[in-house]
């Protein structure tokens, strides 16, 4: 079944607020959405990226949930978060602040419902994410993963806006990445936003905030060792689709206008996201 985690105190920009969950599917009004996520045997959080409004990221992520909703996903709950600003690209750098916000309140959300107290434990757990929604999922991920012990099954991360060393640093996400089943990595050369742009905007980000670091994009080129050269965790899949494809950091989710098509290059990247929930041992980009 596919919900709505919403974060948004607005349709557009706005701040991030404790979520408030329901069904997407508006016709089971009788249904409550917290009695039907407890009865569920799999979970599995999408998280859009930077620049969405509430309205793309419900289009988007839904459509991907419908797509994914006989792929052994179980609950599909896309997750609304406010990475968009009146600034449009322009205030990418001020985002980072949101997606970690969102981040701590998403851990919180998994921590009351899939803990050792719930006795919901067993519930395998997964993380879909694009762009900036990586940061998200890798953030909500370690915070769950530190406070409780659990560990994440599948975590997919397409073109995504977080550091190409972070998988393997010690003090971002090496641990949450090493405790999950699998982190799949997919990238792209010719991803012009996260190749020109990420680079710029991280500079600014790291000026802006003490605490952050200048780096390229995971996305962008794939998992890169720490800065002591030590490799990512094993349970990382990477693939780096050819350039010759000429795949763009718009080719990963379907379009947030309901009426475009998806298009070929959406297509295989919903394949890889498919395969990996299935625990397949390869995962082609196709």
Known sequence: MIYLLDFRSAPRSGAVVPPRLTLYDHERLGVHAGDQLAQEPRVTFLIHGFNVDRNEGITSLSRLAVEL?????GALICVLWPGDSYFGPLGYSWEGVDADDTAAYLAE???DNWSQKTGRSKVPVSFIAHSKGARVAMGAATAWHASTGMKPDQICLLAA??????????????AVTAASKRVAVLSSR?????GLTYPAGDLLQAFLFAEDDFGWALGYGGPKPDQNGEEWPAPVFPKQIDP??????????????????????????????????????EIPYL
């Open 190 to 194: 010719r991803d012009a936003v996260l």
């Open 109 to 111: 959300f998994i921590r």
């Open 69 to 73: 909703s006989d792929a052994n996903a």
């Open 244 to 281: 010759g494809k000429d795949v763009g950091h718009g080719d990963y989710l379907p379009p947030s206008d309901d009426k475009e098509q998806i298009n070929s290059k959406q297509r295989a990247a919903i394949h890889f996201v498919r395969a990996a929930l299935a625990g397949e041992s």
């Open 161 to 174: 806006a977080i550091d190409d060393t972070s998988l393997a640093e010690a003090d971002v996400y090496e």
